[in-house]
């Protein structure tokens, strides 16, 4: 079965940065987009970043220029580069996929900025 294990959250300071990483099997990773979503207390989980199978990347206005999604297809593996984090990226980090029509999550990755 597909399994998406996220890490790489933890506290850090506003202005500092993280690196997350998704790390999948029980599916074809290099043949598969990759996403990573976010979810705040109290708000409805929006799409972060995503990157394609032939890598395009695409970002939510709000951490472009800051984070960077990428892939290592050799380590079934994508991550999420957060750099100058803001206290408003406080969330927990899920990596998702679409496989056979179904739609997986990790488990998520909490992630909080303090001042």
């Known amino acids: 079965q597909v399994q998406l294990v996220e890490s790489g959250g933890g506290l850090v300071q506003a202005g500092g940065s993280l690196r997350l990483s998704c790390t999948a099997s029980g599916f074809t990773f290099s043949s598969r987009a990759m996403m990573w979503y976010r979810q705040a207390p109290g708000k409805e989980r929006e799409l972060v970043a995503s990157i394609s199978v032939g890598e395009s990347t695409s970002y939510a206005d709000s951490v472009k220029g800051r984070f960077t999604i990428s892939r290592d297809n050799a380590k079934n593996t994508v991550y999420l580069q957060m750099n100058s984090l803001k206290l408003e990226d406080t969330a927990v980090y899920y990596c998702?996929?679409?496989?056979?029509?179904?739609?997986?999550w990790g488990q998520g990755t909490q992630v909080t900025v303090s001042s």
């Open positions: 998702n996929t679409v496989w056979r029509g179904v739609v997986n």
